[in-house]
């Protein structure tokens, strides 16, 4: 079955950039999207198809993506932005949505 | 206002039935896919299937397939997953959300319902 990799945890201090991967065979052919979970709430958009920010999406975050990585970047990142942060894109059938299995960012 | 609005927790027998529901308001119901996803305690998401409530077309993730069913009712814009025989593993978050069809057949989910916990426990 179809994984994508992110790494458990990041850490940065208030004011820096904090980078988030997302590793995936199928990559390079299928777009990559970022969710931003707050603890006790539901999941929200905060990337989609690499790189486009939804209307309401703070500009410090970005979505960048080459070959078989996609990278959520947060510039100058800030406290309220401590949350788990999860990948998502399609296999390469398109058939089945697959989530990465989250990073948790602290920011202190 | 555009959104999901998700029943209500349940707590259940191992054994029992249920059916929790996810009712959009606020756009075009049939013009969108409608999705499940599951959060186990303390767990990361998991990706369930996906439903079209025009034609109720439905696909499922294998880990789900003949597990749990997934459908809808277009004439009240809501959705629905159901459980013929819950277990304690059952015991979750389970969120709606909209789905989005890209035009390189990319699905992904961009409105969220705020979820049904469901508690499986004898």
């Known amino acids: 079955s179809y994984e994508l990799t992110q790494p458990p945890s990041v850490s940065v201090s208030p004011g820096q950039t904090a980078r988030i991967t997302c590793s995936g065979d199928a990559l390079p052919k299928k777009y990559a999207y970022w969710y931003q979970q707050k603890s006790g709430q539901a999941p929200v958009l905060v990337i989609y198809e690499d790189s486009k920010r939804p209307s309401g999406i703070p500009e410090r975050f970005s979505g960048s993506s080459s070959g078989t990585m996609a990278t959520l970047t947060i510039s100058g990142a800030q406290v309220e932005d401590e949350a788990d942060y999860y990948c998502y894109s399609t296999d390469s059938s398109g058939n089945l949505g697959v989530f990465g299995g989250g990073t948790k960012l602290t920011v202190l | 206002e555009v959104q999901l609005v998700q029943s209500g927790a349940e707590v259940k027998k191992p054994g029992e039935s249920l059916k929790i529901s996810c009712k959009g308001s606020g756009y075009s119901f049939t013009s969108y896919w409608i999705g499940w996803v599951r959060q186990m305690p303390g767990k990361g998401l998991e990706w369930m299937g996906i439903i079209y409530p025009g034609d109720s077309d439905t696909r499922y993730s294998p880990s789900f397939q003949g597990q749990v069913t997934i459908s809808a009712d277009k004439s009240i814009s809501t959705a629905y997953l159901q459980w013929s025989s819950l277990k304690a593993s059952d015991t979750a978050m389970y969120y709606c959300?909209?789905?989005?069809?890209?035009?390189?057949?990319?699905?992904?989910?961009?409105?969220w319902g705020r979820g049904t916990l469901v508690t499986v426990s004898s």
């Open positions: 959300a909209r789905t989005v069809v890209t035009a390189t057949m990319d699905w992904y989910f961009d409105l």
